[in-house]
Nanobody, 120 residues
Framework: QVQLVESGGGLVQPGGSLRLSCASS????????MGWYRQAPGKQRELVAV???????NYADSVKGRFTISRDSAKNTLYLQMNSLKPEDTAVYYC??????????????WGQGTQVTVAS
């Protein structure tokens, strides 16, 4: 059973920074894709940033230049460094991993979400 657990959310003032972490556990054979999504109240979940197995990254236009996605491959852990935060970044942030286990190929797994609130 694979589990993803996010941490690092909280309340921050505009212009501040937060670092989110997503720790994985379970029998993981390989990880194909790791990403962060967010969902603001009344809105659909949207992609924030993604990193694929080769190391390539992609970001939503709204966060380019402010957020950085990274990973620790040895620990199967994902990070999101968020700088210059804006009130519109307020949302629940979810970690997602597409991975293979000894019995499941290319399954999608989600964390429980962590709240990020940007307000003065």
């Amino acid at each position: 059973q694979v589990q993803l657990v996010e941490s690092g959310g909280g309340l921050v003032q505009p212009g501040g920074s937060l670092r989110l972490s997503c720790a994985s556990s379970g029998s993981i054979f390989s990880i194909h894709r790791m990403g962060w999504y967010r969902q603001a109240p009344g809105k659909q979940r949207e992609l924030v940033a993604v990193i694929i197995s080769g190391g390539s990254t992609n970001y939503a236009d709204s966060v380019k230049g402010r957020f950085t996605i990274s990973r620790d491959s040895a620990k199967n852990t994902l990070y999101l460094q968020m700088n210059s935060l804006k009130p519109e970044d307020t949302a629940v942030y979810y970690c997602n991993m597409r991975l293979s286990t000894p019995t499941i190929v290319g399954g999608d797994y989600w964390g429980q979400g962590t709240q990020v609130t940007v307000a003065s």
